[in-house]
């Protein structure tokens, strides 16, 4: 997995986990902001590797193959591990491994394990599935319409469509599969950091059973919501806000 380093001179840690069919420059509007401050960890996850053929694996083995990553640099002690979407899952997995000091876990509008029966899952990772592999070919207009951000240009339109090309149909299914399906205990959980929940007030709805499972099964959860935002936005539209409030931590 490659890692991209910014701020190397600083102190603190910050790690940045971007969501599915983005890649590490996701971030990129954030990255001077908190880079002045911050020794900045952003992962390029597996499959959306533009310099590599990688193929997503599952959220359980990125969590531990990035907190593997880190070790090996000598990075123990973390102000915070933020993910978005997918990446909150990601997040939350780490929090589960318990492999890193880490003081504040932030999942941003962070998918959380369906609790549904088996075949349920597999038919919304199906009608997941099938939507992006339209969108690979060459329907980027479907995509579009199955998330919530209302605010693309024709510039997001051709990154998501070079995504999508890069992207193989195992990538795709994987990570629907794995980030409604991974692995975490089935009991309340309680971490040595605190866990954070952040989600956008356009989402609410579609997060719904995401707060409930936190609710249930990490009780000290931390929940904000952001008014005027939908999924995704924050490092989109609003990076300075997205600095101030990892700052504020």
Known sequence: MNVMEFGNGNDETVVLIHPSLVTWDYFELVIPLLERDYHLFVPVLPGTDLSNNSEFTSVEQIASDLADCLLAKGITDIKAAYGCSMGGSIVLRMAADGRLAVRHYVMDGGITPYQLPWIATRLIALRDFCMLAAGKLGG????????SSTQYSEEDLRYVARMLKHCSYRTLWRTF?????YRMPREPMRFAGTVHYWY????????????????????DTVFKEFEGMDHGDMALFYPERMAKEIRQL
């Open 177 to 181: 599969d794995s980030c409604n399906n």
């Open 140 to 147: 980027e207009k479907l995509l579009v319409k199955a998330f």
């Open 200 to 219: 956008a007030e356009k989402e609410r709805k579609a997060r719904d059973w995401d707060i409930k499972y936190m609710r249930k099964f990490v009780p």
